[in-house]
């Protein structure tokens, strides 16, 4: 069903590969398993960190298809950022009538105005069709693409198939508090925002006005009970929680090597058979590994003691 | 027929559009015609000035086996460019099945290292296969990425399916000289080189070793000719002829706009039926149509009277 | 005093070095009355091509006091775009009191929407102070910094002290159309537009409606001819005259070595005493150097053709 | 007196205005006896935090002096990085007379090749003088130069007078066991290490090989205590220190406004009289400095709990 509103976590989910490279779609249904088990309101497939461009278009709908399949009504966003509108055009169409709840579309590298930038996401939307549900990526650090909270508003006024903003900007906590104002003061109309930057200042983004996370940490139940905890006005605890996962969610969030420790987490808890990435892929050398294992052991001594504290 | 060499001039093809966007294959055919005519020695296709990332997957197929239709034998060089390597290899493999003589590949822009760049081409060749003769794409003004003569030299070494490079760095002059110096001194073997920049210096980069140019100027006849008077030691024709073009070619080649004044060149000279460019494209104006009108009377007027010095 | 507007050719001034780095004072003096003598109407000081950064601050200041002593009346302007505001005040306000014209400013590097461009020039102006005249150097090749003509509109609204355009934009013909309509249409107060990129495109510039050259090309007297056959309806003239010089003003154009290429062919010409520049600095090889001479030679036979056509 | 080793925490100083932009003279004596009382090791002044390019070269050596009159022989190193050599040499010269320790380089965002990085080292060494020690500051998120392992090994080999390397390359944990790699294997001289990125991975940093912090987080001495924790083998306490102020640390990390974060933290605990920073730069809105005091908060209740704890 096409999106009009997101709320909660909406995970980033990886695409688990077999040894060979080949796609491991086994692995894929369990995914989706563990992702509806920790509480996920959504899915994005097909991101960054889903290494959607080193995939060829068959591979790209055949994992769409798989998520789809396994998704029982959870919306799913498909990434359609892609070299040229041809491609976006197909990869979009494709996805909704396979079933996708909307797309999800960032801004080329080579934008430097603000013209421009409103200019893209025009013509990006002329492309792919005015009924298909978007969604801006707004990833400067990756991208390059420096949005103002005012060249925001104007592609939502434009466009209104626009529904959400995935709200990755650094430091982003004002830009969220100003988008809320213009809410607020009339000149914009309502739009979801999830925040990415794997989760680095979930804490504080829900309290600026945001609706919660899209991003792919490996405990996806740790964001969605942040995000529950702070809507039912338990800040301290939200607080806590977060806390206890920020030293492994600040190790995960590492450029270059961020998918990696993600991958191994998920191959290591099981959800997905391996941590394997296509090239080019970072990977974790032996002393990254035991840095990851450590934090882990100490996260799970930390979740006994919030239990014990809990139970007492 | 597989690449080991090349000289004279590779033309870049431009992608004709019908009004409504389509792809105009009757005007490929006749711009097969024309660049047979003009003399030139090879083509290449989707690359940057051929709008390939505007094309989806099919249509990128279409446009490389009509190309190879109408080739009569001509070496066909395809670019495969990709945000991944599945969809590269994908590209490379069905081009030298339908017959291309070789593939084109460019360094994304995030590489930023020696050692980055020598592993993006082992992964990238890794990916399409040892067997495809590859042409490396030099071009740090569009891409980003810097490439010593030290960095190309280890490329060559490492990929024996290296054939040639495609030099666009700027200033250039000197990277041509110290190559060659590299196959004089025995530390790297011969590879050819055809330039690019639109030919901005192809009188002097013939004379520092270059083979010849692969580049989209509407008047590759002109191109032709450049290289073959500097090959007889003709070098004041040479120049002669290259400088009473330098006006308009550099006006085409002017980034942003370039692709828009040759294509209206080339629609005026009934070579395609229309100058229209998918979008993003740029457009010229009633005052740059003028200019480029202007340019091309002075030419004309040019060639007359060095036809009737010629006579006499 | 205190400019106000601008027209004809304000050359790019040089820094004259010995053998060993010192500055060469006398071939300022030299250098100053080659310039007078070219019919230039003014001159900038401390650009980019003056190698300003590799100067320290008192050594800047010796420099702009040296040549308003040999400018009997030109009006100097003197480029003042620091890391800071600090530094930028200082070296304003003491150019200003020695008697420079105005200032000009570059955005940095880092800028990357339309209001961090405006209000990094509203800060730079009130650290330097709304009495001074100021110039916008808008050059996106070398700065990375894209400004809109709405965004030099506002910049020419906000700040009462700007009284020109350095127009550097590539391509830029439509932008200076685009300015010029927007003072027709009354939106935005008239300033001078001066244009760079080493004169590549000066020939149509002028005829879109720029007033004149502010570059460095070792022939000033073409540039201010160009401007001056053009201003007074001798169009074809114009274009023959700047085409004779195009193949040496493209070589000299090129990054990285231009400057080397310009004080080479200035050093020959008796100048100034050597073409040495402070390092970080591009060098010219033989070869190079042999294709100035050559480009040099064809220049003065196309000159004595021109004299003997005009005579006859 | 001369660097030649490091360890533990050099602390990288604010520079302290007053509420009119003036330099707070005395507030840098009071953050100096701050800094002492913290146990840092050394000190950096005037680097990106310490709002550099703000200040005139006068102010600038105005501040090294006072600076090195409250330091009681902790060494100083000072940021000399500046658009040219002259201006990187006077400062460099007159820091050392004055009596800093050494002095810091970082390569500008021009370079984007191996060999230019090298060349660039080798050029400003020769420029300050090879008897200066000097540390190479490797941060690639700021300057978008990246330096790889066997380039700074090769700047280490070819400069006698590098003593450290300021390693903010992010991710960079494995960055520093090559280093150590080389050293172990002999193909490199040992030098000091210390880690930047606001310490963000200081907890691991240290168990890679580096020698300590060179940060400006505004609790200097849980990084002291850190660093001092982990030497003495006390891996647990070590990381439960660092844990407690992680989100404060992450919080101050915030591009953009970190250094604002950290001016505010600074003047609340009576360090420093105010958070003015000179234009431009970041501020801090009414809901920024609710969540940080929020974060404060947090943080006193959880090293209260841990001194309960030590006292149980």
Redesign the interface.
């Given at each position: 069903m096409p999106l009009t509103a997101a709320s909660g976590v909406y995970t980033i989910a990886v695409t688990p590969f077999e040894a060979n490279g080949a796609i491991d779609f086994a692995s894929i249904d369990r995914m989706m398993e563990f992702y509806l088990r920790c509480g996920v309101t959504g899915m994005t497939i097909l991101g960054v960190m889903g290494?959607?461009?080193?995939?060829?278009?068959a591979?790209s709908m055949a994992v769409i298809r798989r998520v789809l399949a396994g998704a029982v009504g959870l919306p799913i966003i498909v990434g359609v950022s892609?070299?040229?509108?041809?491609?976006m055009?197909?990869l979009a169409r494709e996805s909704m009538e396979a079933g996708a709840a909307g797309v999800m579309i960032a801004p080329p590298?080579s934008l430097?105005?603000?013209?421009?930038i409103m200019?893209?996401y025009r013509?990006a939307i002329?492309?792919i069709g005015a009924d298909v549900p978007f969604v801006i990526q707004d990833y400067?650090l990756n991208f390059?693409?420096?949005?103002?909270p005012?060249?925001i508003r104007e592609i939502v006024r434009e466009n209104p198939s626009c529904v959400m903003l995935k709200h990755e900007d650094?430091?982003g906590?004002?830009k969220i508090?100003t988008l809320r104002g213009f809410e607020q003061d009339g000149s914009m109309r309502h739009i979801s925002i999830l925040c990415g930057n794997g989760g680095?200042?979930l804490?504080?983004e829900t309290?600026?006005g945001a609706d919660g996370a899209m991003t792919g940490y490996a405990f996806p139940d740790m964001l969605a009970d942040v995000v529950r905890l702070g809507a039912s006005g338990q800040r301290d605890a939200a607080?806590d929680l977060?806390?206890a996962h920020?030293?492994l969610l600040?190790?995960e969030q590492?450029?270059?090597?961020g998918l990696a420790v993600r991958k191994y987490v998920m191959a290591r808890r099981g959800i997905i058979a391996s941590d394997v990435q296509?090239?080019?892929g970072g990977t974790l050398?032996a002393?990254?590994k035991a840095?990851v294992e450590y934090l882990l052991t100490?996260l799970a001594r930390i979740d006994a003691r919030a239990a014990l504290q809990q139970a007492a």
């Amino acid at each position: 069903m096409p999106l009009t509103a997101a709320s909660g976590v909406y995970t980033i989910a990886v695409t688990p590969f077999e040894a060979n490279g080949a796609i491991d779609f086994a692995s894929i249904d369990r995914m989706m398993e563990f992702y509806l088990r920790c509480g996920v309101t959504g899915m994005t497939i097909l991101g960054v960190m889903g290494e959607a461009p080193k995939l060829d278009a068959a591979e790209s709908m055949a994992v769409i298809r798989r998520v789809l399949a396994g998704a029982v009504g959870l919306p799913i966003i498909v990434g359609v950022s892609a070299p040229g509108f041809a491609a976006m055009r197909a990869l979009a169409r494709e996805s909704m009538e396979a079933g996708a709840a909307g797309v999800m579309i960032a801004p080329p590298n080579s934008l430097r105005t603000d013209d421009s930038i409103m200019g893209y996401y025009r013509q990006a939307i002329a492309a792919i069709g005015a009924d298909v549900p978007f969604v801006i990526q707004d990833y400067p650090l990756n991208f390059q693409v420096v949005m103002t909270p005012k060249v925001i508003r104007e592609i939502v006024r434009e466009n209104p198939s626009c529904v959400m903003l995935k709200h990755e900007d650094w430091p982003g906590l004002e830009k969220i508090s100003t988008l809320r104002g213009f809410e607020q003061d009339g000149s914009m109309r309502h739009i979801s925002i999830l925040c990415g930057n794997g989760g680095l200042f979930l804490d504080f983004e829900t309290e600026r006005g945001a609706d919660g996370a899209m991003t792919g940490y490996a405990f996806p139940d740790m964001l969605a009970d942040v995000v529950r905890l702070g809507a039912s006005g338990q800040r301290d605890a939200a607080h806590d929680l977060f806390d206890a996962h920020l030293p492994l969610l600040r190790y995960e969030q590492q450029p270059g090597i961020g998918l990696a420790v993600r991958k191994y987490v998920m191959a290591r808890r099981g959800i997905i058979a391996s941590d394997v990435q296509r090239k080019p892929g970072g990977t974790l050398g032996a002393k990254a590994k035991a840095e990851v294992e450590y934090l882990l052991t100490r996260l799970a001594r930390i979740d006994a003691r919030a239990a014990l504290q809990q139970a007492a």
